[in-house]
């Protein structure tokens, strides 16, 4: 079979392992259509694809996923020391005994996805599926195009307001074989805020998707903890459009998985934004980590970062996929971007590909991008304290995450992520 | 306290061999200096001490009150008593000063089986200790070395020591990089911990340093041994003649 022939009946299969969803309101079945039309035109991702040629994308393309156990641990769950209003999904289904009522929390409404998709006049029209399509070119991808099309669950968030306590959406995972597909649209209304946090495997198999809306002079902030089972594979995509002089946040932490591919795409369409994307993660063995972020910088004086840092032990496989693109007329960008891997041992790998495109002239943008072992010198002068040698790498390893962790703007909760890399690193030095 | 006998060190990746059979014997309570030329292996000797990679002892040995430390790890070595000031001390982006510190502290009470301080016990000692090095709250806060300046790494390295209170120091040209008043500061941060239960080795190139910190003996140290040791007068001599006179009388 040629190649195209192959993607091709590589999205019919990814389309017949999901249930076509019930008929919604005419704008939703419109949206589901359109970007099961753009799955079907662009095809299931390849090997040979240029985004997927570090990350192999079989498991995700696979009829049924790897079977993951759910770890069993007697932790507490993250985030559950925080005062969050919690949305909980079971396996990929909402699960309304273990959420919050959610009714009466000043300056914002949660709706199910599948409730405002029947709703024949919504707001969720102008981002359900649109910042998904837009997100889709220069650079494909099928599995946002498809979690589209077939998502069934989710949650459609609006902040009109300032939000005081955080929206907790947890990821629970049971059954050895779920295979979930989560769709969230969030819209920051023009000055307010919005604090995500998200934590859990959520399914052996998770495809995620998010559209976010932040408003002129808004801020969204996110935090993410993706779970700690082994076996679990994921793929989630945040699309984001950044109004003027507003700010997104989004930092996500990783340990384990076998395979985690996360992308973000960014549009600045608004002057005077800023967006920050990073993300830590640490892994050793059987383990495949994928950061793919597309920034786009489209109105003036905008500052983007991206800080992803990857800890790799004994096998493990990171990967770093990150462009700046400057649009024509984007003048006084400020544009950032660092990823580093740190090798444990001979036997890990980091794969990164830095890419700007710049169509201004009056912009600052800068990229780097290192991987190495762990520093001896600076190992050296810690053992000659005194301090023994399993807790003096673990020091090397939170303090090489510490400019990725630095970006949670909130203390309390950059606390906790330390805190659970360092569980993880305490766990994985006996 | 120390002793050294012999001591025979090469390069591990190379040929070289560096330390050609050095002997030294410090007593409890003693401090003793070692001076010589660029390159005759002060450092090294510091180095093969408290641990360092990258060296093979080829022969001889080093006891610490009749231990054998060349055995041991750097990190047994420190809980043991050894300290070492270094030439450069090292920076290290993303570990707070202050976090290093008390980890350092506690690792070593814990490898002793003594009880961890508490944060408010740590805090109140290292307050302490700091002011008399005139090291303020903000160096504390900021990552170990981390933009210090090098009058402030010798400085720091001297609060480490103050809060180890280990037996046996070395202290490689702690006075380097160090203005007059500074100098002093650390040598009497120095002063302030003799006592007769601790040793102190002081290399130096300076006699400087050594009008604040009154040696007991000195050695003069040259390609790998140690090729002359008296009293305090002998840095004086090599302060007014340089080195060759000796290298002279030696050769
Ligand atoms: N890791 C190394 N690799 C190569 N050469 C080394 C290494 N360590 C030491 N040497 C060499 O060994 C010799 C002794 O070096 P060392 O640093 O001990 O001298 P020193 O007496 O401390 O000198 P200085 O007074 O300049 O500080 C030098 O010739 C040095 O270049
Ligand atoms: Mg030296």
Same mark, same amino acid.
């Given at each position: ?74 932790? =507490? ?70 979690? =589209? ?183 006084? =960008? ?97 | ?6 001591? *025979? ?52 040995? @080093? ?73 303020? @709250? ?53 002063? @302030? ?11 130096? *190139? ?5 009008? *604040? ?39």
């Amino acid at each position: 079979m040629a190649v195209a022939d192959v993607k091709i009946s590589g999205a019919e299969a990814l389309v017949a392992r999901h249930p076509a969803p019930a008929s919604a309101a005419k704008w939703a079945n419109e949206a589901r259509d359109g970007a099961m039309a753009r799955l079907r035109a662009m095809g299931a991702p390849m090997r040979r694809d240029e985004y997927w040629r570090f990350t192999n994308p079989a498991i995700l393309n696979a009829d049924a996923p790897r079977h993951a156990t759910a770890l069993v641990t007697d932790e =507490t769950p993250v985030f559950d020391g925080f005062d969050a209003l919690r949305i909980v999904f079971v396996d990929g289904v909402f699960d309304a005994a273990q959420s919050s009522d959610l009714s009466g929390e000043p300056h914002l409404s949660v709706e199910h996805l599948t409730d405002a998709l029947a709703t024949d006049i919504h707001w969720a029209k102008d981002v359900f599926g649109v910042l998904e399509a837009a997100g889709q070119t220069p650079v494909d991808r099928p599995f946002a195009a498809l979690n =589209t099309a077939v998502a069934q669950s989710g949650v459609v968030i609006r902040a009109t307001g300032p939000v005081s306590r955080p929206v907790n959406l947890r990821y629970l995972h049971v059954a050895e074989d779920a295979d979930a597909v989560i769709h969230h649209v969030i819209k920051v209304d023009d000055s307010a805020t919005l604090t995500i946090l998200e934590n859990g495997p959520a399914a052996a198999r998770f495809n995620k998707a998010m559209e976010i809306m932040v408003g002129d002079g808004a801020e969204f902030h996110h935090v993410r903890a993706q779970g700690r089972d082994h076996d679990r594979q994921c793929v989630s995509h945040m699309f984001a459009r950044v109004g003027k002089e507003a700010l997104y946040k989004s930092f996500t932490l990783t340990v384990n998985g076998v395979l985690t591919r996360n992308e973000h795409v960014i549009d600045m369409q608004g002057d005077d934004a800023s967006a920050h994307v990073a993300g830590a993660c640490v892994g050793e063995g059987d383990f495949h980590h994928d950061d793919t972020v597309f920034v786009t910088h489209d109105a003036e004086r905008c500052e983007s970062r991206q800080v992803f840092k990857k800890v790799l032990k004994s096998g493990a496989v990171g990967v770093f996929q990150g462009k700046i693109l400057v649009k024509e007329g984007a003048q006084k =960008t400020d544009g950032y971007q660092i990823s580093q891997g740190l090798l444990l041992d001979d036997d890990a790998q980091f794969l990164a590909k830095p890419e700007l495109e710049i169509y201004a002239d009056d912009v600052a943008c800068s990229h780097g991008s290192t991987c190495g072992a762990a520093d001896e010198t600076a190992l050296f002068y810690l053992l000659s304290r005194g301090i023994p040698r399993a807790q003096a790498e673990n020091m090397l390893v939170l303090a090489f995450l510490g400019e990725a962790m630095d970006e949670i703007a909130d203390d309390d909760l950059a606390e906790e992520m330390r805190g659970r890399v360092a569980g993880w690193l305490e766990r994985h030095s006996k | 306290m120390l002793s050294i006998k012999n001591l *025979h060190v090469k390069l591990e990746e190379e040929d070289k061999q560096i330390l050609k059979g050095v002997n030294l014997e410090i007593g409890a309570g003693e401090v003793h200096a070692i001076m010589g030329p660029n390159g005759s292996g002060k450092s090294t000797l510091s180095y093969v001490l408290s641990g360092k990679d990258g060296y093979e002892v080829t022969d001889g040995e @080093a006891t610490l009150l009749g231990d054998d430390i060349l055995d041991m790890e750097p990190e047994e070595r420190a809980a043991a008593g050894v300290f070492l000031a270094f030439q450069y001390p090292v920076e290290i982006p993303g570990v707070g000063n202050m976090t290093f510190l008390r980890t350092a502290v506690n690792a070593q009470r814990k490898a002793r089986g003594e009880e961890e301080l508490s944060a408010g016990e740590f805090l109140k000692v290292v307050r302490e200790k700091a002011k008399s090095l005139k090291i303020d @709250a903000d160096m504390l806060k900021r990552p170990v070395n981390v933009g210090f300046s090098g009058g402030e790494k010798k400085r720091n390295e001297i609060l480490q020591m103050a809060m180890l209170e280990p037996k046996m120091c070395i202290l490689d040209e702690t006075d380097s990089g160090l203005d007059v008043d500074a100098m002093k500061l650390v040598a009497e941060g120095v002063n @302030a911990l003799r006592d007769a239960g601790r040793s102190f080795l002081v290399i130096t *190139h300076y006699q400087r340093l050594l009008d *604040h910190i009154k040696p007991d003996v000195v050695h003069i140290m040259a390609d790998g041994k140690i090729i002359k040791t008296g009293g305090p007068e002998l840095a004086l001599e090599v302060e007014n003649n340089g080195y060759a006179d000796i290298l002279g009388e030696v050769a």
